[in-house]
């Protein structure tokens, strides 16, 4: 279950995202350089892009035209996305200290075969500044 799953071999149709990250608040650099946010909190947005036909549109915003390119680079990094290394979990449990308990990221993908797939983006490793990501079956 978890384990990095096979692509179907057709094609992206559709693409959830669910993006975790820090609004507001005001932003300064604490001694060390890093950056210190005071009062921000940390909000969700969601964005579905879907394919029709030859052409990317956003559902939520049908109105607004989506860069056909950028769409492209998301579908390869997607199908392209590989694991340097495999890491066994013995139980659910663990899973957050991988930050999958509150993912940065998650991502539905539907296959034009119908298939689904879920993808989270957890925690960012601090050894190779690479971030852990699981797929669920």
């Known amino acids: 279950k978890y384990s990095v799953a096979d692509v179907p071999e057709d094609g992206i149709s559709k ?24 009062d921000a909190k940390w909000e969700t947005r969601t964005l579905t892009l879907l394919l029709d036909g ?25 199908n392209g996305a590989t694991s340097t290394q495999l890491i066994s979990v013995s139980d659910e449990s663990s899973l957050s200290n991988y930050g999958f308990d509150e993912p940065t990221v998650t991502l539905k993908i539907r296959y034009t075969d119908g298939s689904e797939r879920e993808l989270l983006i957890g925690a960012e490793n601090s050894f190779n500044y690479m971030y852990y990501f699981l797929y669920l079956s």
């Open 54 to 78: 030859e052409t990317w549109t956003f559902e939520e915003y049908p109105n607004v035209p989506v860069n056909p390119e950028v769409a492209q680079m998301i579908v390869d990094d997607l």
């Open 15 to 38: 693409i959830c995202m669910t993006v975790k990250y820090l609004a507001g608040g005001d932003h300064s650099h604490g001694e060390n350089g890093d950056v210190v946010t005071e």
